[in-house]
């Protein structure tokens, strides 16, 4: 079965470091992958997506994220990350070609300190 | 663009009693989803409607929950009696079948079983 796994459940960094944030799945053929921001008490937005194509994809907010198929992962980076850019992030695949069916990990609450 | 309506945000009930949230997607979207976000998890899907059809609902606890999509616009999920681990956040999501298979959130209906 499809399933998404972030191992980093909760991250701190300093305003303007870099930031990456680690998601591996798990899927037969090539996935269909998401990362969604989840601000308190909002619903998820979509940062970026990967079908197919160039692996490394640039998404909203200036985040970016490149997939890896050797090592089945996702991972999303920053280069310099501002105190907004606080929030749960969220990693999803699609379940497969004949469904929307998102499947999405656990999570990774982002802190920022200035 | 209007987004992805929900309502109520939040709602307490004890527990044995029912509830009812309600969703407007965004027009035109012919596909609505339905996820349960339990704290600490991400989201997982209950219930996906194609217009008024329903195309998923394997993971929907049917003793209980119960949704419906009349004239394919507009949709009600219900809880009925509601347990304690039914604690969660609802979210609901539109899309445009089988185009980019981005999915737009709406900000939640947070559930609290007492």
């Known amino acids: 079965a499809q399933s998404v796994t972030q191992p980093d459940i909760h991250i701190t960094v300093s305003e303007g470091a870099s930031l990456e944030l680690r998601c591996n799945y798990s899927y037969g053929a090539t996935p269909y992958l998401f990362w969604y921001v989840q601000s308190p008490g909002q619903g998820l937005q979509l940062l970026l997506k990967?079908?197919?194509?160039?692996?490394l994809v640039q998404g909203i907010k200036g985040f970016e994220a490149e997939f890896k198929r050797s090592q089945s992962s996702f991972n999303l980076r920053k280069p310099s990350v501002h105190w907004s850019d606080a929030a749960e992030y969220f990693c999803a695949v699609v379940g497969s070609y004949n469904t929307d069916k998102l499947i999405f990990g656990t999570g990774t609450r982002l802190q920022v300190f200035p | 663009e209007a987004g992805v309506a929900q309502s109520p945000r939040y709602k307490i009930i004890e527990k044995r009693q029912s509830v009812a949230f309600w969703c407007n997607p965004i027009?035109?979207?012919?596909?609505l989803y339905w996820y349960q976000q339990i704290l600490g998890q991400g989201p997982k899907l209950l219930i996906q409607?194609?217009?008024?059809?329903?195309?998923?609902d394997s993971q929907l606890p049917k003793d209980r929950f119960s949704a419906e999509r009349l004239k394919g616009v507009d949709s009600t999920l219900k809880i009925q009696p509601a347990k304690l681990e039914d604690s969660a956040v609802y979210l609901c999501?539109?899309?445009?079948?089988?185009?980019?298979?981005?999915?737009?959130f709406g900000p939640g209906t947070r559930l609290t079983v007492t």
């Open positions: 999501a539109s899309s445009l079948f089988g185009q980019s298979r981005e999915q737009y």
């Open positions: 409607f194609q217009n008024n059809g329903v195309v998923d």
């Open positions: 027009s035109g979207h012919a596909t």
């Open positions: 990967y079908f197919s194509g160039d692996t």
